[in-house]
């Protein structure tokens, strides 16, 4: 018979102990209440699911909604309960997931991603020449991590890069494990009028990018897409596209140079740079906390029954450390080769612009040791301003010298 638990008092989100690994209480509740429920700051209850088989099969059954709109959708932070109201396409379930996703499939397909390596190598060039320009300590996540990103995705859609200022400052509040709802309400509300102004400017004068293929091909009245609806996407991939990566460039770093051999082994041979991007995408796991789901029907997972309309937070950084899946888990290993990781979630929502990030990853990782040998962070790691409570995790500021 299925069983059930109470929530106790452990509050959630957890808290990550050392830099890179998830909270030490995923290891516990992994080997003892593999599906185990917890109180929620914004109120009431969910369940964790923190093994690797348990995770894949809440993110690929259909017995678990994506959609953000069901009554009792599990959120952390005050603010999203007001973005759920008019959901992004990543908080649906199919078909309507598959509607909005199959017009932006064709931007981020590898063989589109190949053209924009020149460009993104460039941008990488030019960003590290300014700050070898500069006096350190220099502040990477400043000077490098979030520019690369921010300059991707601005080009990718025609956003002029004069304004990245204004979308990063808003974007920072809505991932902040400490704004409030009004806050959010008022961050959200800024973009939300900036993106609208873009689209009418591009309903005017078109260019080469991916906004104006929307514009033109899929926006009222010619095409399918209401204008919300296309400034709900667009916000997303805005906010998607520059802070997961940045934060990935910032601790990355820190996680390669904290073991001097891995990043050694890389030196000696470059060809094992895909495989290095690979197991820094499991050893961080930095988007641990959005891939929530809800029970759209009763059902059972590791022995539990969850009931229909309770909450569910597939844990990808307790999955990425399951032993049973990836020996000494804590161990970075870029010799691992095992890519069956969930980074970058699992299913049909897996993340649309996993090719363009891990393009941007070996691009930037592979020119910063190279043209600056010897980077070092400038205080203790302990000591960085880590990310903790926020959706996606990562470093505020990281110092570094050479």
């Not at 296309?230 to 991939?237: D, G, N, R």
């Not at 906010?239 to 030196?267: C, F, K, W, Y």
């Not at 010897?374 to 010298?401: F, M, R, S, W």
Request: net charge negative; glycine share 6%; proline share 8%.
């Amino acid at each position: 018979m299925p069983q059930t638990t109470t929530p106790d008092s452990r509050s959630f989100p957890l808290r990550r102990q050392c830099p890179f690994a998830p909270p030490p209480e995923y290891d516990r509740l992994r080997a003892e209440e593999p599906v185990s429920k917890v109180r929620l700051p914004t109120g009431g209850t969910a369940w964790l699911v923190t093994r690797y088989e348990d995770v894949r099969t809440v993110l690929s059954s259909p017995a678990f909604s994506a959609d953000g709109t069901r009554p009792g959708f599990p959120t952390l932070l005050p603010g999203q309960a007001q973005v759920l109201q008019r959901p992004p396409f990543i908080r649906m379930d199919p078909p309507q997931h598959s509607f909005y996703r199959r017009m932006l499939i064709q931007e981020f397909t590898l063989k589109r991603i190949k053209t924009m390596r020149p460009g993104i190598q460039a941008t990488v060039n030019r960003l590290l020449d300014d700050l070898l320009a500069m006096t350190p300590p220099v502040d990477l996540v400043e000077a490098f991590a979030l520019p690369v990103s921010s300059l991707v995705i601005c080009q990718l859609l025609a956003v002029p890069y004069d304004d990245h200022e204004f979308f990063q400052s808003r974007s920072k509040v809505g991932v902040s494990g400490t704004s409030t709802a009004e806050q959010f309400a008022a961050a959200l509300g800024e973009l939300r009028a900036y993106m609208d102004g873009l689209i009418t400017r591009k309903q005017h004068e078109p260019a080469d990018d991916l906004l104006s293929k929307l514009v033109t091909e899929h926006l009222e009245p010619a095409g399918e897409l209401r204008r919300d609806e296309l400034l709900m996407m667009c916000l997303m991939l805005l906010n998607a596209g520059h802070e997961t990566t940045a934060n990935m460039i910032s601790l990355g770093t820190v996680a390669l140079l904290e073991h001097p051999d891995q990043l050694a082994a890389l030196r000696d041979n470059p060809e094992l740079l895909p495989d290095t991007i690979e197991e820094l995408l499991r050893y961080l796991s930095i988007a641990d906390l959005v891939t929530t789901r809800i029970a759209a029907e009763d059902t059972e997972l590791s022995g539990m029954a969850i009931r229909a309309g309770e909450g569910v937070f597939a844990l990808l950084a307790a999955a990425d450390w399951d032993p049973a899946v990836f020996p000494e888990p804590e161990r970075l290993d870029v010799h691992r080769g095992n890519r069956h990781h969930v980074a970058f979630g699992y299913g049909v929502h897996q993340c649309l612009g996993q090719n363009l990030a891990r393009a941007e990853l070996e691009i930037a990782f592979s020119t910063l040791f190279r043209r600056i040998p010897t980077l070092q962070v400038a205080v203790p790691v302990d000591d960085l301003p880590y990310k903790h409570g926020n959706l996606a995790y990562g470093i505020h500021e990281l110092p570094v010298t050479w």
